[in-house]
């Protein structure tokens, strides 16, 4: 699951919702875009993937108020391949 869910780290809607069952990519600011201070966005994964990388787009910051996300995760049998990978 993933999107712009404007949620404060700890104590936003979608983390009292979603964790558990589903794990938290790590926080990264995102908001606002042109200064990312606050890391409001998440991608949410369940087992079991595993994330192998997670960054922001720091070029896409014209384009919204947030930075996107992109993220990388894998199947732990083909951990040396990357299986997809994710915008938020």
Request: proline content about 12%; hydrophobic content about 40%; charged content about 20%.
């Amino acid at each position: 699951m993933l999107g712009d869910f404007n949620d404060f780290p700890g104590r936003g809607l979608a983390e009292r919702t979603l964790s558990p069952p589903l794990t938290s990519t790590p926080e990264l600011p995102t908001y606002p875009s042109r200064l990312p201070l606050l890391p409001l966005d998440r991608i949410w994964f369940s087992s079991p993937l595993e994330l192998t990388t997670i960054a922001t787009l720091r070029d896409a910051g014209r384009a919204s108020d947030h930075l996107p996300l992109l993220a990388s995760l894998c199947w732990p049998a083909a951990a040396d391949a990357r299986v997809g990978t994710v915008f938020a």
